[in-house]
Each structure stands twice: as structure tokens, then as C-alpha cells.
DNA sequence: GACACCGTATAGAGCGCTCTCCCTCCTCCC
DNA sequence: GGGAGGAGGGAGAGCGCTCTATACGGTGTC
């Protein structure tokens, strides 16, 4: 651009006004007469301009921006941002919660700025990004438990929304989904079916999502007369699903049910269950959990516990707006029910 | 946050030195004495100081920050931006794209801005942003041929590089994939296995790397004795690669070599094919395309032919940087080549 | 006819930073 | 000893915008 871009002061004397007066009719403020604001508008378009908006915010002291934020626990860097970012789009999960944040930010002309927190480092990045005023508030969705970034956000009182419910508990306001009942739903979906051998891969038990959903599960399976129900650990990998159901299938060769605490993994028991010879769901029931694209994708189509996960999201960035405009000042926390969403596989 | 953040002048006021003296040190400018240079620096631990972006961008005219823009080719609001979101982070490639440019931008303390645009006014969006100085330039992913966001951009003169060469030619920088090269690579590892009834699975033939993997793939296999092949055409989703592949083996139900244009059709293919009672390899060799995670978590494991995405998506921004800067002002492009992963379909 | 009042536009003071002068002090060399 | 030269630090002018205080005209009221 070989020109400088057009400013205020241009465009107040295109159109024979003030800048005070372009101000306003570009913020929409009323008490400009309707000629004059026409007269203005036009000397905009015959300008080409566009309000420069570190100008803006330096007065405003508002970026109109906000990060969303994924933030890993690590304790130093054990993995490049790079392999951390990659690992986290390989789940269907972050693309929805990107798309549920767009789905509100973008009516509002906003758009997210993505960071990735793995290492002490990128936290304090985080931190002084916020710090600069780059960005307004942070949206976090923490990959682990313990995560050591929201606390950091909350003593420096920088706006927060986060993810799920924060271990050890913070004064941040969050999103979450009642595990636990989405743990029952996948129970009685199971026992209703008639299954007698239940069994269950679970997510990691660090992960207090993990430990809801299956102590939901067990809860009603006892009720239902299975006191115990065999349980291996996974990962929420389709790896780890693989593993878990294998070991599961080792000691219990009878199973003719699993919940999987995830799609992904329950795609893993879907696919070993069929090498191993078991027809799905004919042998054994499977039921996931998120409902995922991998749900679909899944052959045959899983049945599933939804997580409304763009719904989620979007409550995310309404609460953080609200906290940033300064309408809601006490930490809130706002918690979605899952639905039983059956397909093919239970 | 209670009371104001401390300014240049705070931390002038605390060390005992003028404004310009910090401003030296916070951006590491020579000619400061090192004693100053070390009470500088204790005065903004003291204070606590960050400095205010918008300021500083006011005055340097940088945002230092990128915007990333996935783009359709919509020329209505036919899908909302939340939907094109979601369906765009279904394939791995996206997150792949992000995690190489955070590979690039991370070191330097950047982070990308996250825009969509599938409509005429979120085109008119990424514009605003860019001339409002929001973001230094655009890196632009284009989900569909002849996208008019890229000559827009051009237009504009503002700082752009693109993943894939632009339909119509557009004078930007632009990485790209000798896909031609992969279809061949593709071809000839179908022929080296013997295979004597090849078939493809193409990309939407309305894409132009679509069309240079289909006639690298038939080039081989004309060369291979092979001068018919056939095609069906699929829309890079795991829905249409199932769909392509019920079509082909329709009318060629004795195909033993199958290509497709991607990883996601290549699984659906594997996955009909096993459901017709086909073995993969055994029965019909199956070769993918990018070298996604889906790949790997396919069973068996896919062979595919490689993009390296991640090192593509990096070198975009590397060249964004340089023409932001200056250092580069004619538009080039980078060619990389694919390489042929050999697993287990094939 | 004087005054108050309301709606509308202007003037001007910053917001917090960078960066260009310019001043000062010290060293070095003839 | 004097002047050139260089290093280190300060003063101050903006960057483009918002927003408060203020001016100004026109209407309504007594």
C-alpha cells in the first residue's frame, strides 16, 4: 500500500465536519443530524476508510478480542507446541468447541485468537498476552486435570470462562455437562437392552469427567443388579480404547456390553471386538460417549451419550462477554444435560 | 482489576529514568548502560509492568499478529459459519494446518487469529480486519476452487500467502504440493504389487489438486500398461469415498487396486471393501493420500501417500512474515514434494 | 423580550508508546 | 589544551482515536 490509510481527520475533511462528528456516526451514537450522518457516510465510502483500531482500543482499552485457549498440564517442555496442537485437533472435540466459540463471536464481528498451553512458558505467555490488552478475556479448555493456568488467570483477575469444572476449584466462572447422569443414561441403555455382563472403558481416572461418567455408570448398574462391573482405563485415544478392551476381553471373555467413556474409544472396542469375532451389536452393545463425528463415521454408526458441546462453547464466550463487559462480576457455572442418541451399535 | 496497569512512565518514575531509557530496554535497543539496563529491569519486575500493545502498535504500525483464514467459496450464507466450523475440522488436515503454523509462530511470541469465511460478508469481515490493522496479513486455506477471498486480498495489497496455487491465477505467494508427483508415486506402487485391475477414487474433479492426482495416477498407469482406469468421483469425505467405491465395484467388481485422493475416502474404502468381503490387502490394495491420523488409526494402517501439511502450513507463514516485513515483495511459491508411506493396505 | 433548555457540533485533552532529535559527558588524538 | 567523535540518556512530538467539556443556535415559557 503505497498510500497511508485513510484517518478520521481525512474523512471529517472530505465530508466538512469534525472528527468528534465522524466518531460518532461511525460508533452509531445518536444526536447527529440524519444529513449530516449521510454526508459523513459517504465521505467514509469515497475515502475507503477503516478505523484504525489500535487508535481505538488505546482509548477504549478494549481489544475486542479474545483467546481460546487449550492448556495442557505440562511441567516443562516435554512436547513441542506443534505436536501438542496436532494432538489436539486428532479429537473431533476442539473442532466443535471452535466452532461453538465462532458461533457466537462471529454476529459480534469477533474472532478468537488461538493459543496453546503445554509448558510453564506458554503459560506466561498466555498471561502477558492477556496483560498487553491483546486480548480481552480467556476461554480455557484444559486437556488435563490440575491444570496449573487457571489459577494463574484468577490471581491476575483477567476474565476467564473455562471448560469444565476446575480441580482444585478456582473462582473462575465454567461450563460443564452432568457426567454422572450421562454415565446413567449409558447404564440403562445397556440394561434395558438385557445385558448381564457389563463391562466399561473408562477415560482417565486423573480426569474428574472420567471418574462422573463411570461412577454414573456403576451407580446403575448396581440399581440394576451388577454390583460389579469390570473396568480398564483408557486414555480417550482409539489406541488406548484398543488396549482397554483388549485386556477387558482377556479376563472377561464373556462381555456383551461396554461403555466407552469417549467415541473414540469406543470405536477402538468396535474395532477389536470385530477382529476378535464379536458382532457389534449382535454380540456385544457398545455405547460411546461425546457423539462425535467419529459416532457417525463409525461402522455401524454408534449409539452414544451426546455432549452439546457447540452449545457449551457458545455459553463459554456469552458468560466471558458478559464478564468482560463488566455485567457479571461473581463467578458462575453453568451445567448441560447429556442425551442418549441411539444409532446402530446398543 | 482494581487499580491501573503500570504504564512506561510507572516504571520511568520507579528506576529513576526517563520513559525512553525503559523503552530501550524493553525492546532490548543497544546503547544502555548495563548497570541502568539491570535497575530497569528490576523496576519492571517491581511494578509489574506489560506493555500496552495497542500503544505500541499505534505507533509501529503492527499488530504482530496473522490472521488464518479457512475459506469456502459460498456466495450466500447457504451454511452458517458455526456448520462450516464443525465441517471443516472433521478432516485432520486443518488441525494439521494450525499446528504448523503455531510450530512457526510460537517462537516469536505470536498466535494466529481464527476467521472463516464462506459467505460474501465474512470475506468482507476478513478485509475490515486487515485494513482496521488487526492482523498484519492472512494466511488463506481454501476449502474450493475459484474462492474470490485471495483476489480480494490482492486487491488490497495486503500481505497474503495460500495453501495451493489460486484458480484464477492470482499474483501471491502461495505453498503448494506437487500432487501430480503423488498420484504417480501412488500408481507405481500399485504396480510394483501387481496389481492388474487398478481403479480410482478421485478428489471433486472441480479442484485442481484433485485433477493433477488423477493424472499422475493415470500417466503411471498408462505407462504401466494400463490405459483405462477407472474413476469415480468423491468429495474428500468418508460418506462419498464409501459411496465412490460401491460405484466402482458396481461395474468393476473384480478391482484388486484402489487410489484414493484421501485418507478419509481411502477408509471408506476399506471399509466397503471389508463389508463386501473383500481383504485389504489381500484381496484389493488400497493407497491413501495426505498421511493424516487417520491413517494410522485405520486398520489395517493405510498406506498413503504423504503431505507434509505441517512443514507446507509453517513455510506459509514464514513467507507471510517476510513479506510483512518487507524482506519479500515479488510473490513466489514453494513446492514440496509428496513422499509414499507403505503400511499395510498396500 | 429575557431566560432556560435541549439538541447538535466542535475543540482539545489525553490514551501509552516509539523514535527523532539534541544535549551532555567522556575519551582520544594532534 | 582544544576539538572531534562517540556513547548514553532525555525531551517532546506525534500515532489515530474517544470522550468530556463547551459553544452555539433554535424553541418554548413566562
Redesign the interface.
Known amino acids: ?1 503505497s498510500r497511508q ?1 485513510p484517518t478520521l481527520e481525512d474523512v471529517a475533511r472530505e465530508a466538512g465536519v469534525s472528527r468528534a462528528t465522524v466518531s460518532r456516526v461511525v460508533n452509531g451514537v445518536r444526536n447527529v443530524d440524519p444529513a449530516i450522518q449521510e454526508q459523513v457516510q459517504r465521505a467514509i465510502e469515497r475515502t475507503g476508510y ?6 481505538r ?2 482509548v477504549t482499552r478494549r ?1 475486542e ?1 479474545i ?2 485457549v487449550v492448556s495442557g498440564a505440562g511441567g516443562g517442555p516435554e512436547e ?4 501438542f ?2 494432538r ?3 479429537d ?1 472435540f ?3 468447541v ?3 466459540v ?2 457466537f463471536l ?1 454476529p459480534r ?1 469477533m ?6 498451553a503445554e509448558s510453564p512458558d ?1 503459560r506466561h ?1 498466555v498471561l ?2 492477556l ?4 486480548a480481552d478475556g480467556a476461554l480455557v479448555v484444559s486437556t488435563h486435570p490440575d491444570d496449573p493456568l487457571p489459577t494463574l488467570l484468577a490471581a491476575a ?1 483477567l476474565p476467564t470462562v473455562l471448560f469444565a469444572r476446575p480441580t482444585p476449584a478456582v473462582p473462575l466462572s465454567y461450563v460443564d455437562l452432568d457426567h454422572r447422569d450421562g454415565g446413567r443414561l449409558a447404564a440403562r441403555r445397556l440394561l434395558e437392552r438385557g445385558c448381564r455382563r457389563p463391562a466399561t472403558v473408562a477415560g482417565p481416572l486423573a480426569v474428574p469427567a472420567s471418574q462422573e461418567r463411570l461412577a454414573g455408570f456403576r451407580d446403575t448398574m448396581a440399581r440394576g443388579g451388577h454390583p460389579y462391573v469390570p473396568v480398564a482405563e483408557g486414555g480417550f485415544t ?2 488406548s480404547g484398543i488396549a482397554a478392551m483388549t485386556r477387558l476381553l482377556a479376563e472377561h471373555p464373556d462381555v456383551d456390553g461396554v461403555f466407552a467413556a469417549n467415541d473414540l474409544m469406543a470405536q477402538g472396542v468396535c ?1 477389536l471386538l470385530r ?1 476378535r469375532g464379536r458382532r457389534v451389536p449382535d454380540d456385544v452393545a457398545v455405547i460411546g460417549f461425546d457423539d462425535s ?1 467419529i459416532a457417525l ?1 463409525c ?1 455401524p454408526p454408534l449409539t452414544t451419550v451426546r455432549q452439546p458441546v ?1 452449545q457449551m462453547a457458545a455459553e463459554m464466550a456469552r458468560l466471558l462477554d458478559q464478564h468482560i463487559r463488566g455485567e457479571r462480576t461473581e463467578a458462575t457455572s453453568v451445567v448441560f444435560d447429556p442425551e442418549l442418541v441411539i444409532r446402530e451399535t446398543a
Do not use: I, K, W
Not at 50 to 55: D, I, K, L, S, V
Not at 80 to 83: I, L, R, V, Y
Open positions: 500500500m490509510a477503516a478505523p484504525n483500531r489500535a487508535a482500543s488505546l481489544a478480542t483467546a481460546l513441542s507446541q506443534e505436536a496442537a496436532a489436539v485437533f486428532a473431533p476442539f473442532g466443535r471452535v466452532a461453538g465462532v458461533g462471529r464481528s474472532h478468537p485468537v488461538l493459543m496453546f506458554d505467555e502477558t498476552y496483560r498487553q490488552g491483546r483477575h482409539l489406541a474395532q477382529e463425528g463415521s461402522r457447540e
